[in-house]
């Protein structure tokens, strides 16, 4: 079965989605979608969609996550962005590094989002990840090791500014 904890969920309360069951585990109403597939849901078409909450890992930094995310949005559900909250990838390494449950809680029930909104917040996450990682790679640049490929870089950070010049353009 692709998804864990139904058996025990209220549906008639919000619903926690995560990727993984230990993180569904840290919420009084959760779920976990295995593989981090929302569009299993649609076939949960007793449960009012707007009951669940998606709360996929803290991971702008991978491209599968990114497109799940929003395929989530694109088939109507909420979302969780997670700004500048968390650096740690997952409820689980949250809970670790000293975040309380209530605080995690409060975090993704003040910014989720669906529709439009969703899709505007997701766009603007993206763009701050990645301006970030143009500064991080620019450090990284003035400190480079001996044997150190600078057309390899120059050319990396050709891409990744054209990506953002892209993005801000959407």
Do not use: C
């Amino acid at each position: 079965n692709k998804i864990f904890g139904l058996d025990t969920v209220n549906i008639d309360d919000t619903i926690f989605v995560t990727e993984g069951a230990l993180d569904s585990l840290f919420f009084d109403n959760a779920i976990s979608v295995n593989g981090g597939d929302a569009g299993v849901l649609d076939a949960l078409d007793y449960i009012d969609k707007s009951k669940f909450i998606i709360v996929f890992d803290n991971e702008p930094r991978a491209k599968d996550t990114m497109k799940r995310l929003e395929k989530a949005i694109k088939h109507g559900y909420k979302v969780v962005i997670w700004g500048v909250f968390s650096e740690e990838k997952d409820i689980n390494d949250m809970i670790k590094s000293g975040k309380t449950k209530e605080q995690i809680t409060n975090y993704i029930l003040n910014n989720s989002y669906s529709g439009t909104t969703a899709l505007i917040k997701f766009k603007h996450w993206k763009k701050v990840w990645l301006k970030q990682l143009l500064k991080e790679s620019e450090k990284y640049s003035d400190n480079a090791a001996p044997g150190y490929d600078e057309g390899w870089y120059n050319g990396e950070m050709n891409a990744y500014s054209n990506i953002l010049s892209i993005i801000e353009k959407t």
